[in-house]
C-alpha cells in the first residue's frame, strides 16, 4: 500500500501520520504542499496510491492563493470567507483529477469535503438523514434581518456561524433578554467591518458594534442555529469532540469551558471521559456515540470524520453541532488499542475496513 499526501510540510497533522505511516511499516509517502496544489502547479500524485488531502493549515501564503488575493491578509485577519471556499473547491479538485489520471484513489470525496465546509449543507445533509441538529434560520442576509427573524420565531438566543469557517472563526454566540442585547465571540472589532481573530473570548454589549460584526460576516455567507443550553459538568459547559474512523467512533474527547465556545485552542479545557460517561448515563452516552456513526454514514467516501457533538442540560437528548473534515488532530489522545487517530486510520486501511473512493473511470 502506498500513500500520497496533501498536506503543508512541517505541519503537525501531516508530521504525526507520516509517523503513524513509518510505525506500520509503510514506504514513505509522495508529500505534494498545499502550495503546489492552490498555485496550480502540477501535481505529482503516486500512481494506485492512496491519496489522503489534509488540511490547508495556517499558511498565509496558501491562504491567499486560495482567496485569489493580490496580497495575504494580515495575521488573524477574518476575510474572504466564501473566495477562501471557492478557492478550496478548485484546489480539491485539481487533486481529484490528478489522481484520476493514475489510478489513484481518495481517503477523502471531495464532495464531502466541501459539503463538511458548508455549514449549511452539511446541517442539511444530516437534517435529512433523520440526525439531530439544532434547529436553523433562513441565512440572513443583515444584522437587522437577523433580528427580526429572531423576534418572528421567538428565539432570544442563536449561534451565528460563518458558512465556510473553522476552529470557531468568526463564531457569535448571540443572546437577547429584556431589551438588551450581548455577544460572545472569539472576534476581535478593529473598526467597523474589520475583523481579527483573538485567542481570547470577550463579550460585547454595545449593539452597534454587534451589528458591526454580524454585518462584516453576512456577506461571506452565514449560518444561524438557536442556542440550545448545553450540559454542565466541574463548573463548566462541556461537548464532545469524537474522531469517527472507518465508520467506528474510536477517539473522544470532553471539552469544558466557561464560555460557550469550547474550543480548546480558545481556553477550552479536556474533560474527564469517566465522569461525563457517569453523568450521562451508558445509555445516552452509547446512543450519542451512535448518532455520531450515523453522521460518518453520511459522508462514506471519508475515511474519518470528526463530529462535535452536545448533550443538553438535563442529558437526555444530544445534538450534533459540527462536522469536520480535518477533525482528528487530537494530540495524545489514544484509542482501547492504544493507538493515536492516525495510527488508527492506518490500521483501519490495512485491515480493510474503509474502501477509498475509486474515481469515476479510474482502476479499481
Not at 336 to 355: C, H, P, S, W
Request: charged share 20%; hydrophobic share 45%.
Amino acid at each position: 500500500m502506498r500513500l500520497t499526501v496533501v498536506g503543508n510540510p512541517g505541519n503537525r497533522r501531516v508530521t504525526l501520520f507520516l509517523a503513524a505511516v513509518r510505525a506500520a511499516g509503510l514506504p514513505e509517502p509522495w508529500t505534494i504542499p498545499w502550495h503546489d496544489v492552490a498555485s496550480g502547479a502540477p501535481i505529482r500524485v503516486g500512481p494506485g496510491s492512496l491519496v489522503r488531502i489534509d488540511s490547508p493549515g495556517e499558511d498565509a501564503e496558501v491562504d491567499r492563493l486560495l482567496r485569489g488575493a493580490p496580497t495575504a491578509a494580515e495575521p488573524g485577519e477574518i476575510v474572504g470567507l466564501a473566495a477562501w471556499y471557492r478557492g478550496l473547491a478548485a484546489a480539491v479538485r485539481r487533486v481529484e483529477s490528478a489522481a484520476h489520471a493514475v489510478g489513484a484513489r481518495l481517503l477523502s470525496r471531495p464532495d464531502d469535503i466541501l459539503t463538511m465546509f458548508d455549514k449549511r449543507a452539511c446541517h442539511v445533509r444530516l437534517a435529512a438523514a433523520g440526525v439531530p441538529v439544532p434547529p436553523a434560520l433562513p441565512p440572513p442576509p443583515t444584522y437587522a434581518d437577523l433580528r427580526a427573524t429572531m423576534r418572528d420565531v421567538g428565539w432570544p438566543s442563536v449561534f451565528v456561524k460563518p458558512a465556510h469557517g473553522s476552529s470557531a472563526s468568526g463564531v457569535v454566540a448571540l443572546a437577547t433578554a429584556a431589551g438588551r442585547v450581548r455577544a460572545t465571540t472569539s472576534v476581535e472589532l478593529v473598526r467597523p467591518g474589520r475583523l481579527f481573530n483573538s485567542l481570547r473570548v470577550r463579550e460585547y454589549r454595545r449593539e452597534d458594534d454587534i451589528a458591526s460584526i454580524v454585518d462584516a460576516l453576512a456577506p461571506h455567507g452565514l449560518h444561524v442555529e438557536r442556542w440550545l443550553p448545553k450540559a454542565g459538568l466541574g463548573g463548566r459547559v462541556v461537548d464532545l469532540r469524537v474522531v469517527v474512523i472507518a465508520g467506528r467512533p474510536t477517539h473522544v474527547v470532553v471539552r469544558g469551558s466557561h464560555a460557550p465556545m469550547t474550543n480548546l485552542h480558545l481556553g477550552g479545557e479536556r474533560g474527564d471521559l469517566a465522569a461525563l460517561r457517569r453523568a450521562a448515563g451508558e445509555a445516552s452516552y452509547g446512543a450519542a456515540l451512535a448518532t455520531c456513526a450515523r453522521v460518518a454514514a453520511c459522508f462514506p467516501g471519508c475515511l474519518h470524520v470528526g463530529v462535535d457533538l452536545m448533550f443538553s442540560a438535563d442529558w437526555r437528548r444530544h445534538r450534533v453541532a459540527e462536522v469536520n473534515t480535518f477533525g482528528d488532530l487530537l494530540p495524545g489522545l489514544r484509542d482501547d488499542n492504544g493507538r493515536d487517530t492516525y495510527g488508527a486510520e492506518v490500521d483501519a486501511l490495512l485491515a480493510d475496513r474503509f474502501q477509498p473512493t475509486t474515481l469515476a473511470g479510474a482502476p479499481a
